[in-house]
Nanobody, 124 residues
C-alpha cells in the first residue's frame, strides 16, 4: 500500500485547508485511515481517524469541532477538512492506513502504512 498526502500549504489563522490522501491498492475500502501530525520539536500526535466502513470517526480534543475526516472509497482517498485553523495547528501532517481491522485507531503503532507528509503552516 502506498499513500500520497497532499493539500498542505500556508494559510492565515481562521482559514481552511483540505488535505487528501490517495491510496494504492484495490482494497482501500477495507482500510481504516488516520491522520497524525508532528510539529517542530514535538512528538507525532494523533489528529483524526475513520474506520474502514466510515461508520466511526475519532478526533483529538484539540481539533474536535474544527476538523472533519472523511473518505471516498470510489476514489481510494481520505480527506481531512480543516477549518478555524490556529497557529498551533502548524505541523507536518501524515496519513496512515490500518489493514487489520483494529479498533485502536488513535495509536500510531496500530497503523501499517504511512504517507510522506504534507506541511501545514498557519500564520497568526
Amino acid at each position: 500500500v502506498q499513500l500520497q498526502a497532499c493539500g498542505g500549504g500556508l494559510v492565515q489563522a481562521g482559514g481552511s485547508l483540505r488535505l487528501s490522501c490517495a491510496a494504492s491498492g484495490r482494497t482501500f475500502s477495507r482500510y481504516s485511515m488516520g491522520w497524525f501530525r508532528q510539529a517542530p520539536g514535538k512528538e507525532r500526535e494523533f489528529v483524526a481517524a475513520i474506520s474502514w466502513s466510515g461508520g466511526s470517526t475519532y478526533y483529538a480534543d484539540s481539533v474536535k469541532g474544527r476538523f472533519t475526516i472523511s473518505r471516498d472509497n470510489a476514489k481510494n482517498t481520505e480527506y481531512l477538512q480543516m477549518s478555524g485553523l490556529k497557529p498551533e495547528d502548524t505541523a507536518v501532517y501524515y496519513c496512515a492506513a490500518e489493514i487489520g481491522g483494529s479498533n485502536y485507531l488513535i495509536y500510531q503503532r496500530t497503523y501499517d502504512y504511512w504517507g510522506q507528509g504534507t506541511q501545514v503552516t498557519v500564520s497568526s
